[in-house]
């Protein structure tokens, strides 16, 4: 099984408003990511957890704030977001942080900030 | 610093016209891992296939076939017979051991391919 899932599919929300995007996986991995994507771009990474603690923070704003309760889980938590912030967010793991490792990504959240 | 380049943004096709997506890569790393992913229209990113820096023996899977030649820096990927189902976005990836992000992949711009009925 090589699936990650995440929720909600879509999601709208004000800038003034707080909400949180989930992902979950349940192959053993040990590494997982957060990448946000804009129409006709590729990913671009935001934040990387290893063995549940914060490994890589791409100088994301602060209104972004990830979290890993357990091995499986990985939210972020959304708070006073600009309507730039609209994206397709997509969650990966791997089995470890490292080069050699492919990642495998969930379908994503498409979230519009209004 | 590590980049991906491909070049082409949009390639169109006819069904059971062969076609390749171009990949060129750039690293100052001599151990690196290069990865294609597939992204249709759902949204999601579906892995296809690694290569390590080492091995440059070519791959086929199905219809799918990959050429890697460290002599151009290059990593293309060449779909046989397409259908419609290929449709999609085409990344491709270098993850490379060196640097201060350790894992990270460098994602080229992506060529959006649209097979024709």
């Known amino acids: 099984d090589t699936e990650v899932t995440q929720t909600p599919k879509h999601l709208v929300m004000g800038m003034t408003n707080k909400k949180s995007l989930k992902c979950e996986q349940h192959m053993g991995h040990r590494a997982m990511y957060w990448y946000k994507q804009k129409a006709k771009k590729p990913p671009e990474l935001m934040f990387v957890?290893?063995?549940?603690?914060?490994?890589i923070n791409e100088s994301v704003p602060s209104r972004f704030s990830p979290e890993c309760p357990n091995s499986s889980l990985l939210n972020l938590h959304l708070h006073a977001l600009q309507p730039e912030d609209s994206a397709l967010y997509l969650c990966?793991?791997?089995?470890?942080?490292?080069?050699?490792?492919?990642?495998?990504f969930g379908p994503g959240t498409r979230l519009t900030v209004t | 610093a590590q980049k991906v380049t491909q070049a082409q943004t949009e390639i169109s096709v006819v069904e059971k016209e062969d076609v390749t997506l171009d990949c060129v890569y750039e690293?100052?790393?001599?151990?690196?891992?290069l990865f294609w992913y597939k992204q249709p229209p759902s949204g999601e990113l579906v892995f296809l296939i690694r290569r390590n820096s080492f091995d440059e023996q070519n791959e086929i899977s199905g219809r799918y076939s990959w050429n890697f030649q460290k002599s151009t820096s290059s990593f293309n990927f060449t779909i046989t017979a397409s259908q419609v189902v290929d449709s999609a976005v085409y990344f491709c990836a270098l993850s490379a051991a060196g640097g201060t992000s350790y894992g990270k992949l460098t994602f080229g711009q992506g060529t959006i391919l649209t097979v024709h009925p």
């Open positions: 990966a793991s791997s089995p470890q942080q490292g080069y050699s490792y492919e990642q495998y």
């Open positions: 690293t100052r790393d001599t151990t690196y891992y």
């Open positions: 957890y290893s063995y549940e603690k914060l490994s």
